[in-house]
């Protein structure tokens, strides 16, 4: 069995446990697998991220217990074809990759990395549907300006959207995200760098910013307004792969649809187009949760070596980099708001990696700010997983099981989120459109400043 990923972190697992049952079949990655211990504390209701296909199902199949189940049969099976079984198909496509396991689990039994393993050996078998591959080039296709009037078009049309639906199989109820008007899509420029003196050093102090496909192509207001506010607080922002001939992408849609090759080739050209960066000692901020922390956990898995490990170490969200410097006394940025009152819902994997601290702290640093972190598990959307047709009924489920009551029962309350899939999935859902916190944290500089 030929593995596409790095597994050799789990070479040690199980050794000298009679009781490990590790699969005959399937090397490091068995015994990846194999580190779940069954207690069955993914088949859990109520709080926390784990595992929102069981809960809205109640299948013990559909949580990460029931998928172990599942593969270890098909990797202890004489026929590779076992990998393939219908049962252990759909519960692998119900596996939204929200990395709660992870987090939650007392094994932290890693699913999201084992159904990205689990995809590519389906893809090498199978190859790829249509489907999967538009999702798959996204990044590429959405350089091509007619895709922004096709979306329009499918979205205004009832009969195009259920024209998709039964040629692709993309929901014909969910609305599709518009990208961006190209004029919108600025194409950025880096300021000359200086060499600061000892008293400028604050002014001149650099960072990096890593602009992703979506707030790219999407949301490119967010991204001004995650540099007005670097620069308002004294940061010289660098904007990465200037001087690339196409703009810079971490590769999470290629890794996300079973496409590793491609994936790590998009890994290892921002990975040389960051390591000067890197070696200057700067730290790497993002936007989007699901790029940013792939950065620093599946890049880990890609057997791209130390500059991996490395970039891992410098890089941040932007919350957690204003957290941090917050706690270290270099930001000197005030923020204030007139009482507003904010809901906040955090990604999946900022939840995962336990980012969501870094918020909390920056939003608490807000005078006059009343906010709420709802507790939830995954919105649902999940990348495409909401936009395809046998999953619609599900994510909507999921979207219900904390998400969208909380919404309601609060319907005047502003929304941040930071996630692209959880935004698309709250303004779907008829909530309006959410906020990125670089946008809700520069708003709140501006309204401190006009109070002066």
């Known amino acids: 069995m030929k593995l596409f990923l790095d597994w050799s972190g789990y070479q040690n697992a199980g050794m000298g446990d009679a009781y490990a049952d590790i699969p005959k079949n399937g090397g ?30 109640g299948k013990p199949a559909l949580s990460p217990g029931g998928r172990v189940k599942l593969l270890k049969a098909a990797l202890n099976a004489v026929d590779d074809k076992a990998l393939f079984d219908t049962e252990l198909t759909e519960a692998m496509s119900l596996c939204v990759s929200c990395k709660g396991c992870k987090r939650e689990c007392e094994n932290e039994v890693d699913m999201a990395l084992i159904k990205a393993e689990y995809l590519a050996q389906r893809r090498q078998a199978d190859g790829l549907s249509l489907r999967h591959t538009l999702w798959a080039h996204l990044p590429k296709l959405l350089n091509q300006p007619l895709l922004r009037k096709l979306v329009l078009w499918r979205n205004r049309h009832a009969w195009l959207a259920h024209v998709a639906e039964r040629l692709l199989g993309i929901a014909a109820q969910a609305p599709l995200p518009v990208p961006a008007e190209l004029k919108r899509r600025k194409t950025y420029s880096n300021p000359p760098t200086s060499q600061p003196s000892s008293s400028m050093e604050k002014s001149f102090f650099e960072v990096v910013l890593f602009v992703d496909t979506f707030n790219r192509h999407f949301n490119p207001a967010v991204t001004e307004a995650a540099i007005s506010l670097l620069n308002a607080a004294g940061y010289t922002v660098q904007i990465a792969g200037l001087d690339q001939p196409t703009p810079l992408c971490c590769g999470r849609t290629y890794f996300a649809n079973g496409m590793i090759d491609q994936a790590r080739s998009e890994a290892a050209r921002l990975l040389q187009a960051l390591q000067p960066h890197i070696d200057a000692g700067r730290w790497i901020i993002g936007l989007e949760p699901s790029c940013i922390l792939s950065l620093r956990d599946e890049y880990l898995k890609l057997g791209l070596g130390e500059a991996a490990t490395k970039l891992a170490e410098r890089v941040l969200l932007l919350e957690e980099f204003i957290a941090r410097e917050q706690t270290a006394k270099r930001w000197q940025l005030a923020f204030k708001t007139d009482g507003e009152r904010v809901l906040v819902h955090g990604h999946c994997h900022q939840k995962a990696v336990g980012a969501m601290k870094a918020m909390r702290k920056v939003l608490k640093s807000i005078d006059g700010l009343d906010f709420e972190l709802i507790e939830s598990s995954c919105c649902g959307m999940a990348g495409h997983f909401g936009l395809e047709a046998e999953h619609y009924a599900d994510s909507q489920a999921m979207a219900e099981l904390a998400l969208f009551p909380a919404l309601r029962a609060e319907a005047q309350a502003a929304i941040v989120t930071n996630g692209f899939s959880c935004q698309q999935q709250i303004t779907n859902g008829g909530f309006g459109k959410p906020q990125h916190i670089a946008a809700f944290l520069y708003a709140a500089v501006a309204t401190q400043q006009e109070s002066l």
């Open 28 to 57: 490091d990655f068995a015994k990846a697998v194999a580190v779940c211990i069954g207690s069955r504390q993914c088949e859990q209701a109520g709080k926390g991220v784990m595992c929102p296909s069981f809960k809205v199902t």
